[in-house]
Structure formats: C-alpha cells, structure tokens
C-alpha cells in the first residue's frame, strides 16, 4: 500500500516510493577531496528521469562540488557516477548530456540574444535553418521573442535569466543543472522565478537539479530535497516531509524557525508519548511513533505557527507554557511573538493578522499562556 503524503502534492509522481523504478541519476559512495578538506563524503543519492530535485545546505556543505561532478568539472576521488545508466567516469563536460545554468548567467555582451541562445548550437555544427528554428522555439518557452534582437545590458536581471535559462535548455540536454540560479533576483521577482521554473520543468518533462542555499528556493520548486552538511546527506524527502517530519534536530533547525526543547519520557501508550521538560516546566504529550524508552532524553520539536497565544489559562496544563512576551516582529501577513518562560527559555508562536488592526491585542510585557495540540509537534531523538 503507497504511503499517505504529508502535506499538499504538486503533482502525482513518486518513483521514489516504487522499488521497480531504475534512477536517472546515482551517486554510489562517491567522495571528492581537496587536500585535506573532504567536500563529499562517502555520498549515495539517486535522483529519478522527470524529477525536480534539489540540493539544500549552507556554504561548504558539498552541494555544489556534488553538482560540478555530474557536470564533469571535478573528478571523484573514490565511487562512481551514473546518468541514464552510462558510467561518466572518463567523459568529458562537452560530451555529458547535461547543461548548467549559472548564477551569473554567463552572457555574452556583445551578442544579441538570439546570438547567446545559439551559440551552443553553432559550436555543434548545426545547421543554420535549424539553429534559427531551435532559438525561436526557446525564445517563446521563456516569453521573449520580442527581446531577440536586444543586447544583454537592456535587459532586466530577470529578462537576463531567462536568456541564460533559454541558452542552457536550446541542445535540449537530459539534465539542466542550476547552480543558485535566482540569487542574484529581488525577492519579488524570485518568487515569480520559482513557480516559472517549476511549470517549464514539468511542461518540458526533464530532470532538474537545483544547488541552493536558500530554504524557501527548495521548498517551492523540488520534488525532493536532500539537506546537506559537511559532505553528507542527513534527510532526503518531500518538501513537507522535510518541513513536518524532520529527522534530527540539524534539520529541524536549518529548516524554518522552530522551537526546541529538551525532554525525558515519562510515559508511552501506543503512539501517544509522555515527556517533561524541566527547562520549560511543562509536561508535553504528542501522538506519533516515537522511538525512544521510557527515561530517554529526546527533543520535542514545534512550528512557531502551531503554537497558540492566549490570555486565559487553558483547563489543562499539559501542551502548555506560561511566560512574558518580550519581543514582537510585526511582518504584516504575521506577527511572530518570542515569549520568555522559566530559566530564561524562549518560545516563538506565530500569529496570522487576519483583521486589518493596527493595534495588537497582545503586547510587550503581557503574561500570555502558550499551547499547542498533540500532534502539532514531533520527537526529535537525534
């Protein structure tokens, strides 16, 4: 029987979940060194035809090394690489049938854009009828056959990318590689990137591989994301699945913001768990699997967004915290409150401001009452 997805579904497509399905893209126990530092190591992924996969992980973590080894630019100390079950071991970049779009474009500036989006193709020898053909084709799946004949520099950074993205996609490769390709957009324009992005891939059927930085980048865009640090791969799964069930506190914490707190389990029925935290002085409940003993030291995890803020105390104290607000950010769309409980501990409730009221119910200094349900949150045991 397939699983229940967590969360909302993009689209029905989970080869991942189908032990038949043959990857597109493998990784087996590959490692990559540089002198003493070890950017990759011992790393085994697979990445399947049609999928928006995504690599997540702060500076130096090895995503974008991982990415410069399926493109060819780096060779792997140790394992082997595989695209569409053909060893890469040996085959040069220009003979790989993949394109990386960077995140400086890379456009020629004395070329129009049509010139740009050739060039490729020139390089190849094809001929000029079907160059001409190729170039129109791209220049309408990125909306800017109008711009053919303009310079890169009256362009917008936005028009700029989807040049570059129009440049990557004309030799029609297997994989597109994007390496943080929108980090140089503004927020407004990257957002409208993502969902571009995203309907391109799914309309072209080919397999996209994101390098980023940037959580929310992931989250909007990729079937799956693998988080990354110090050469490894510590979760791979969907974006909700990332966001609802991390597996261990690193991720938990590197995804969105998220209240921690340090356990012991008192009590197990089933699934329903029983734990105290000392630090926060409140008894926590939660219903879910969790793979701990009874005297166990675990890590309860919630969302800022699943904790309620309220004046009146709650008829039961357990899933409950008391404390001062003693710092609001008002965003706009939420305002997030950091509320101090006992021994100075923190936790962050984030409220939607549903009505258009300037002022705030809650304010600083205000003793408010903090809670949450039992399956809002889950257990943490590494």
Not at 29 to 52: C, M, P, Q
Not at 132 to 138: N, S
Not at 208 to 227: K, W
Request: glycine share 6%.
């Amino acid at each position: 029987m397939a699983k229940k997805p967590i969360g909302p579904v993009r689209r029905d497509f989970a080869p991942w979940d189908d032990p038949q399905a043959k990857p597109y893209i493998e990784f087996r126990n590959v490692t990559k060194t540089f002198g003493d530092f070890t950017a990759v190591d011992n790393l085994s992924l697979k990445i399947y035809e049609r999928e928006f996969f995504a690599l997540l992980g702060g500076s130096g973590c090895g995503k974008t090394t991982m990415m410069r080894m399926l493109a060819g630019f780096e060779t792997p100390n140790a394992g082997e690489i595989y695209l569409d079950g053909q060893n890469l071991a040996g085959v040069p970049p220009y003979k790989r049938p993949v394109n990386m779009m960077f995140q400086s474009y890379a456009l020629f500036p004395h070329m129009s854009v049509e010139a740009n989006v050739a060039f490729g193709l020139k390089q190849e020898g094809m001929p000029k009828d079907q160059i001409a053909a190729r170039v129109e084709e791209m220049l309408k799946l990125v909306k800017l056959q109008d711009f053919a004949k303009r310079k890169p520099h009256q362009l917008s950074g936005g028009q700029r990318q989807r040049v570059a993205l129009a440049r990557s996609l004309a030799k029609k490769p297997k994989v597109l590689l994007l390496d943080e390709p929108l980090g140089a957009l503004d927020r407004k324009l990257r957002e409208e990137t993502q969902f571009e992005l995203t309907d391109l891939q799914y309309e072209l059927g080919m397999t996209f591989l994101i390098v980023t930085h940037d959580q929310e980048e992931a989250m909007t865009m990729a079937d799956r994301i693998a988080v990354m640090d110090r050469g490894r791969i510590i979760q791979i799964a969907t974006p909700a699945e990332i966001y609802e069930l991390p597996n261990s506190r690193f991720v938990a914490d590197f995804i969105g913001d998220i209240n921690l707190m340090e356990c012991k389990v008192t009590a197990k029925d089933g699934d329903i768990c029983r734990m105290t935290s000392v630090e926060f002085g409140c008894e926590i409940e939660v219903v879910h699997p969790v793979e701990a003993g009874i005297g166990d030291t675990v890590w309860f995890a919630i969302r800022p967004e699943k904790v309620r803020i309220s004046f009146e105390e709650p008829a039961s104290k357990v899933n409950a915290v008391t404390g001062e607000v003693w710092d609001i950010a008002y965003l706009g769309d939420v305002s997030i409150y950091h509320t101090h409980i006992a021994n100075e501990q923190t936790v962050r409730a984030t409220v939607a401001n549903r009505s258009r009221v300037v002022e705030r119910p809650v304010g600083w200094d205000d003793k408010v009452w903090l809670t949450w349900d039992a399956d809002a949150g889950v257990v943490l045991t590494k």
